[in-house]
Nanobody, 128 residues
Framework: QVGLAESGGGSVQSGGSLRLSCAASGRMPTRYFRGWFRRAPGQEREGVAA???????AYADSVRGRFTISQDRGKKILYLQMNGLKPEDTATYYCAFQGGNRPRLAWQMLKEEQYDLWGQGTQVAVSS
């Protein structure tokens, strides 16, 4: 069973950068996909970025060009590099993990119903 632990959240001013990390513990399956989601106060949780075990990414339109998802060489750590942060990026960010082949269409990795395993979340606050 894989466990997830996020880190790297914090408070920054508009235009600043943060890098979130999600460390996976336990034995990783050969095929999997994993993603970052966020929930702003009073809003639904939404997919931000996702990546499969081959390294193919998917991004929400709201973050494409500003955020980059990646995983370390050993594929144990998932990163989300966030540049050009805006106040509307303020949210609790969660990483998620699912073993097995990714959905047929890459954007489907941004749907929370695709995932069974979730981290506890890390807070990101962007001030104007």
């Amino acid at each position: 069973q894989v466990g997830l632990a996020e880190s790297g959240g914090g408070s920054v001013q508009s235009g600043g950068s943060l890098r979130l990390s999600c460390a996976a513990s336990g034995r990783m399956p050969t095929r999997y996909f994993r993603g970052w989601f966020r929930r702003a106060p009073g809003q639904e949780r939404e997919g931000v970025a996702a990546i499969d075990s081959d390294g193919s990414p998917a991004y929400a339109d709201s973050v494409r060009g500003r955020f980059t998802i990646s995983q370390d060489r050993g594929k144990k750590i998932l990163y989300l590099q966030m540049n050009g942060l805006k106040p509307e990026d303020t949210a609790t960010y969660y990483c998620a993990f699912q073993g097995g082949n990714r959905p047929r269409l890459a954007w489907q990795m941004l749907k929370e119903e695709q995932y069974d395993l979730w981290g506890q979340g890390t807070q990101v606050a962007v001030s104007s």
